[in-house]
């Protein structure tokens, strides 16, 4: 425990952050934390917590302020009386006033403030440093401001509003020092020593769970374009080390441009996103990085928030945590045997961590990709084709009865993961394998999917940041076409016998809807052929159709769909991939999105290639 204790110390002083914003010089606001904190009902009793712990003045025999401190810029500060209204101006400062119970003091925060949640309803007064809006913060009468180094540059005018204390934490070892003169400037010293032993419980209880796991090479995804990383003496980078793993950069500094190539070249065994790097899993799995030994274990993930990990407060042992067991979720093992109910209202028993899986829908191989149980899948169907990895798994035929059952059973599966289609032949499947069932038929229905195969597979970490980047993406679509009419949307799957569509019950519809359309069929149930007559009749505004439809846009311009005002205006469009809204997997959420793109383009500032028919040209010409 000793020799842990001190190696510790030894890598949470040698940490280094860039406690603010990085790259162009912005920062981005994530979904908020909604982990449990230790916090008050009301000010009072907050107040009444943090007085709990401080001497009266009656056992102290003198009054506590005026208090003299330093701060993290060497600065000799005195607070004439008990802070109670206070302005931060750095995310960091506001997290550690809520870890220490002070959070009611807070009156102004940055724009960038994005945890506790209870900040949403606090003042913001502005950005960073220069970008702080002082007319703001002086209306807010406060009577302390806590700034970063950032600040020093508007220290003398933040001085004529209200005294001025740096906490400027540039390591892991500073997070406690931080806390420590915050406790002395709020006469909260036994606040504080509850959280920093907290704090460094949390550290010691994660990196002892990984100390003796192999360490795994990680590429940390800064941004896309260009392609940049963490280097090392990096906060993040030193994040990584104590969470088991070795940033494959390490031996550049700060915030390098990388190529696709050199990345391959050091061949990480985990890549971590974060949701406003600009790269999805889905950009990894379709590009150069598709030739990483992560990419082909399906160990590529989106972290649910980046300020987890950039922020110098004790929330960070939440990021350390999400990063630890995404690496290493064998030394965070679920208990085995393990009893689920699947969709079929099964009741199946998983004696043993799963090793070897067969998958028999290629939602169902996309989804064990996404959440780093790629590596063990042993056998996917004939239709599998995404990620390209899955060009190496053995094949086992088709859907349900057209599987073949010898191929499975020489595989030696100690799972099987199958659809509905493979009701016929469970059976059959028992035989060779514990058999779970999944039929996802709506979006909730595949969060349900991912959570249960996270569970089975010892990889719940993975499959809560999955889901949490689809919900994330969601919200995101649906706000950016809140309140606009709804657009008239016709899906043509396939021209064979009749205008093949999606109605009610069908996820085409569903993703119609909450891009903000509305399906001209949504009262017809499941799929079905419509008329040229009927769609004539409902007048779509946009047509979205298949790439395997076997009908190009511009043959509508000289049939009888030529008079609806999809063609008429131009705004037929042809989907980039048709398994994005059939396949009920992790990358319905793009589905949904290029969907959006098409019905309301000015909302994400797109311009898609309109449909340009000759009679039309010769008509405007």
Known sequence: MKRTTVLLMVLLLGAVVASGCIGNGTATTSPTNTSPQPTASTPEQTRAATSSSIPTQTETEKPYYPATITDFANRTVTIEK???????????????????????????????????????????IGGYGKYANLEIIASLQPDLILADSYSLSIIDDLEKIAPVVIVDPHSLGDIPRALELLGEVFNAEGNAQKAIAKFNAGIEAIYSAVKSEPRLGVFYVVWNSPLMTAGGGTFISDVIKLAGGENVFNDTAGWPTVSPEQVIERNPDVIILTPHCGMTVQDVYSGPLANTKAARDGRVYVIENENDLIH????????????????????????????????????????????????????????????????????????????????????????????????????????????????????????????????????????????????????????????????????????????????KTFFLLSYYNGYWTGGNGTFISDLITLAGGENIFSDVSGWGAASEEQIIERNPEVIIISPNAGIKPEDLCSGPLSEVDAVKNGRVYVLSDENLVVRPGPRIVHGLEEIAGYLYPEAFNLQPQPLVCNTTASATG
Not at 320 to 343: C, G, N, Q, S, W
Not at 388 to 411: D, F, Q, W
Request: proline share 7%; glycine share 6%; no cysteine.
């Open 82 to 124: 008990e802070p109670l209204k206070v302005v931060t101006l750095a995310p960091s400062i506001t997290e550690d006033l809520y870890y220490l119970g002070l959070f009611d003091r807070v009156v102004g925060v940055t724009d960038y403030d994005d945890f506790p949640p209870e900040v949403a309803s606090v003042t913001r």
């Open 312 to 487: 110098p407060s004790p929330r960070v042992v939440k990021g350390l945590e999400t990063i630890a067991k995404l690496l290493h979720p064998e030394a965070f093992r679920v208990k085995y045997p393990l009893t689920v109910t699947d969709f079929e209202g099964r009741t199946v028993t998983i004696e043993k961590e799963p090793e070897r899986i067969v998958s028999l829908a290629p939602s169902i191989t996309e989804t064990l990709f996404y959440i780093g149980a790629g590596g063990k899948v042993v056998g996917v169907t004939d239709y599998d084709d995404f990620p390209p990895a899955v060009n190496n798994i053995t094949r086992i035929g088709g859907y349900g009865k057209y599987a073949n059952l010898e191929v499975m059973a020489s595989l030696n599966p100690d799972l099987i993961i199958a659809d509905d289609f493979s009701l016929s032949i469970l059976d059959s499947l028992e035989k060779i394998a514990p058999v779970i069932i999944v039929a996802p038929k709506s979006i909730e229905d595949i969060y349900r999917q991912v959570e249960l195969l996270g569970k089975v597979t010892n990889r719940e970490e993975g499959a809560r940041t999955v889901i949490a980047d689809m919900k994330a993406k969601v919200s995101y679509i649906t706000s950016a076409v809140s309140g606009k009419p709804k657009v």
